[in-house]
Structures are given as structure tokens and as C-alpha cells.
């Protein structure tokens, strides 16, 4: 697990991120853009926060009905507080993959075994994959009535490989869950190869703890297979964590005023943002994220108010979940010892 004071620096450098961004994205017009951002309705500007935060909700009632799965005593404000914490350590990291290492690690001081927790991990990637697909083929669908986002071939590709990505990703995991010897062939493959090129030394070890994972593994999704009402509702949860996340572009804009585009086609361009992004690996996107934004939306809003909705619209999708996450995940360890006090003193 990640120390807290090394979680303190990253924490230190996201704010010191924020603040350069809002330097380079200031200093070419910075009086229009400060007199633009003077103006924000604060009531807005809290809806579009809490939007997000609800989104993380919905990830954390799907852990919650995944994790019940193992452990029956299992809290739900447990659950909400990691994927409000997995923000941080998947914000810090390239296209998030350090997310779901830091998320069985949580887990697992919940009173979830690795195996277990490294199971539900799996599981929710997989519902999360599904979701994504659906999400981004319903802007796609959408953009074919409101011709919103124009089809130039920066963003015809960027969004055919995000498909293609996705699906074989989405391929993969399906070979994984539904042929148990494929599973077993790669696993095995894998871990062999890394131990000829040095990275795994003690084989024997790390092939015991690969046994056992892909037994809790196959038995997790064997029960997520056998009840298809949980699939669906688990998938459905995904879909409106994604849903309310994309419609927090919304908010954001009434926050300054920006009503002339609607909801609909707000939710099709931070969509279409989100898949052209996801393809430049960065810490967060950064950079990324800010370019296909001012991309999508160039020819809809005037220069002043597009770097003022932009920099508003990424403080709130990104950033502030990164602060608190980095905040929970200082103070989770305080939690856990208040809560081993109260019991022993009960």
C-alpha cells in the first residue's frame, strides 16, 4: 500500500497540476476569461459537483451488491468511500491502471480476502467495459440525429479505435470468463514468460497465489453468470454512473450561462471528449482531455467563455474527485482504528 505521506506529495502535485493548467489556459486572455468565470451561478456550479458525486454512488452500490456476494456484513458507506478514494490512485496513474490495484487493496481491509477482492475487481472492469460500450454507442446513435459533433477524421478515427479497443478488450474478458482452459493457457503463458525475462523470480510461490486466484475468479463469475438479474442491474448501475458523469457537462454550463446548447447534445460532446481522450495515455488525461474539449466545443461557444467552461468543466469532472479521493484515502486508515476503538470499548 501506498504511504500516506508519498500519498500527501501526489496529492501536492495534482493541486500544483491544477494550478498550471490554469496558468497556460489564462495567460493568453486571462481579464476575459476571469471576468467570464466572476460571473458563475454557484447553484449550478453545485449541481454539476454533485452530479459527479453521484455518479461515484452508483460505483459504489455496485461494488456494494458485488462485494455482499463475499462477505454479508459488508457496508455500504465502505463501498461509496473506495470508489470515491479509486479516483485518485487511477487519476495519478496512465489511462487509470492504477486504480484497481489500490481498489482490492481497500477491499481487502474491509475484510475481503485478496482472491475475493481481486474477483470483484475483475467483475466490475468487465460491467464497467459493457457499460462504456453502450454509453459511447448511444452518442454515437444520438450525434446521427443532432449532427453535433462534426465528422472530421481526427474524430471518425479517434472514435472507431476507442470501439475497436474496447470490444477487444471487452473480447478478451469474455474469453476469460466463459472458457475456463483459454483463462487457465494465459494466465499460465503469462506468468512463465515473465519469469524468463526476470520479473517473477520465486515461480513456485507466484504460481500458488495465480491457482488460487483464478479459482475465486472462475467461481465469481460463475455466480454473476447464474444470476442474470444482478448482471443487468449491475450493468444498469454502470450506465448511469457514466450517464450522470457525461451530464455534468450540463451544469456546468448553465454555471456560466451557456444555455444555448441542450442537454442531449452535451451529453453526445463530453461523451465524444471522453473517447478521444481515453486513447492518449496520460496521468489523467491530462492535456488530453483539455484538447479534444476545446476541440469538440470550438465552434459552439465564443473563445472567452469555451477556457472558462473548460477549465470549470475539468475542475469538477476531474479534479475535485482527485482531492477528495486523496483526502479519503489519507484519512481511511483513521477511520479503520476509530471503528477498532468503538468495538472494543462496546
Same mark, same amino acid.
Given at each position: 500500500?501506498?504511504?500516506?505521506?508519498?500519498?500527501?506529495?501526489?496529492?501536492?502535485?495534482?493541486?500544483?497540476?491544477?494550478?498550471?493548467?490554469?496558468?497556460?489556459?489564462?495567460?493568453?486572455?486571462?481579464?476575459?476569461?476571469?471576468?467570464?468565470?466572476?460571473?458563475?451561478?454557484?447553484?449550478?456550479?453545485?449541481?454539476?459537483?454533485?452530479?459527479?458525486?453521484?455518479?461515484?454512488?452508483?460505483?459504489?452500490?455496485?461494488?456494494?451488491?458485488?462485494?455482499?456476494?463475499?462477505?454479508?456484513?459488508?457496508?455500504?458507506?465502505?463501498?461509496?468511500?473506495?470508489?470515491?478514494?479509486?479516483?485518485?490512485?487511477?487519476?495519478?496513474?496512465?489511462?487509470?491502471?492504477?486504480?484497481?490495484?489500490?481498489?482490492?487493496?481497500?477491499?481487502?481491509?474491509?475484510?475481503?480476502?485478496?482472491?475475493?477482492?481481486?474477483?470483484?475487481?475483475?467483475?466490475?472492469?468487465?460491467?464497467?467495459?459493457?457499460?462504456?460500450?453502450?454509453?459511447?454507442?448511444?452518442?454515437?446513435?444520438?450525434?446521427?440525429?443532432?449532427? /453535433?459533433? +462534426?465528422?472530421? *477524421?481526427?474524430?471518425?478515427?479517434?472514435?472507431? $479505435?476507442?470501439?475497436?479497443? #474496447? @470490444?477487444?478488450?471487452? !473480447?478478451?474478458?469474455?474469453?476469460?470468463?466463459?472458457?475456463?482452459?483459454?483463462?487457465?493457457?494465459?494466465?499460465?503463458?503469462?506468468?512463465?514468460?515473465?519469469?524468463?525475462?526476470?520479473?517473477?523470480?520465486?515461480?513456485?510461490?507466484?504460481?500458488?497465489?495465480?491457482?488460487?486466484?483464478?479459482?475465486?475468479?472462475?467461481?465469481?463469475?460463475?455466480?454473476?453468470?447464474?444470476?442474470?438479474?444482478?448482471?443487468?442491474?449491475?450493468?444498469?448501475?454502470?450506465?448511469?454512473?457514466?450517464?450522470?458523469?457525461?451530464?455534468?457537462?450540463?451544469?456546468?454550463?448553465?454555471?456560466?450561462?451557456?444555455?444555448?446548447?441542450?442537454?442531449?447534445?452535451?451529453?453526445?460532446?463530453?461523451?465524444?471528449?471522453?473517447?478521444?481522450?481515453?486513447?492518449? /495515455?496520460? +496521468?489523467?488525461? *491530462?492535456?488530453?482531455?483539455?484538447?479534444?474539449? $476545446?476541440?469538440?466545443?470550438? #465552434? @459552439?461557444?465564443?473563445? !472567452?467563455?469555451?477556457?472558462?467552461?473548460?477549465?470549470?468543466?475539468?475542475?469538477?469532472?476531474?479534479?475535485?474527485?482527485?482531492?477528495?479521493?486523496?483526502?479519503?484515502?489519507?484519512?481511511?486508515?483513521?477511520?479503520?482504528?476509530?471503528?477498532?476503538?468503538?468495538?472494543?470499548?462496546?
Amino acid at each position: 500500500m501506498m504511504e500516506k505521506h508519498k500519498i500527501k506529495i501526489y496529492l501536492i502535485f495534482v493541486i500544483v497540476l491544477f494550478v498550471f493548467v490554469l496558468y497556460f489556459s489564462l495567460k493568453d486572455n486571462y481579464m476575459e476569461i476571469i471576468h467570464t468565470l466572476s460571473r458563475v451561478n454557484i447553484f449550478y456550479l453545485i449541481l454539476g459537483i454533485l452530479f459527479v458525486f453521484v455518479s461515484k454512488y452508483f460505483i459504489g452500490l455496485a461494488t456494494y451488491y458485488l462485494a455482499r456476494k463475499e462477505r454479508k456484513d459488508c457496508k455500504l458507506s465502505k463501498m461509496v468511500q473506495i470508489s470515491l478514494i479509486y479516483p485518485f490512485f487511477a487519476g495519478i496513474t496512465p489511462s487509470a491502471v492504477g486504480g484497481e490495484s489500490f481498489e482490492i487493496f481497500y477491499l481487502k481491509q474491509t475484510g475481503i480476502s485478496y482472491g475475493k477482492a481481486s474477483n470483484i475487481s475483475v467483475q466490475k472492469f468487465i460491467l464497467y467495459q459493457i457499460s462504456l460500450i453502450i454509453i459511447n454507442f448511444i452518442a454515437v446513435i444520438l450525434n446521427l440525429f443532432t449532427d /453535433i459533433v +462534426p465528422n472530421t *477524421s481526427l474524430v471518425g478515427s479517434s472514435v472507431t $479505435l476507442n470501439f475497436i479497443v #474496447n @470490444l477487444v478488450i471487452l !473480447g478478451f474478458c469474455f474469453l476469460l470468463v466463459y472458457n475456463k482452459s483459454f483463462n487457465n493457457f494465459i494466465m499460465k503463458k503469462g506468468l512463465l514468460f515473465l519469469n524468463k525475462i526476470k520479473i517473477v523470480k520465486d515461480l513456485d510461490s507466484v504460481q500458488k497465489k495465480l491457482d488460487s486466484f483464478l479459482d475465486n475468479f472462475n467461481e465469481g463469475v460463475d455466480q454473476l453468470k447464474k444470476d442474470k438479474k444482478l448482471f443487468v442491474n449491475l450493468v444498469i448501475l454502470n450506465i448511469l454512473s457514466l450517464a450522470f458523469l457525461m451530464l455534468a457537462a450540463w451544469p456546468v454550463a448553465l454555471a456560466l450561462n451557456i444555455n444555448h446548447i441542450s442537454v442531449i447534445n452535451l451529453f453526445i460532446l463530453s461523451t465524444y471528449a471522453r473517447m478521444m481522450c481515453l486513447l492518449i /495515455i496520460t +496521468p489523467g488525461n *491530462s492535456g488530453a482531455a483539455e484538447y479534444c474539449f $476545446l476541440y469538440l466545443f470550438a #465552434n @459552439l461557444i465564443l473563445e !472567452g467563455e469555451i477556457m472558462a467552461y473548460m477549465l470549470i468543466w475539468r475542475f469538477v469532472t476531474y479534479y475535485i474527485p482527485l482531492i477528495v479521493g486523496g483526502i479519503l484515502a489519507i484519512a481511511w486508515g483513521k477511520g479503520e482504528k476509530n471503528e477498532k476503538i468503538n468495538s472494543s470499548e462496546s
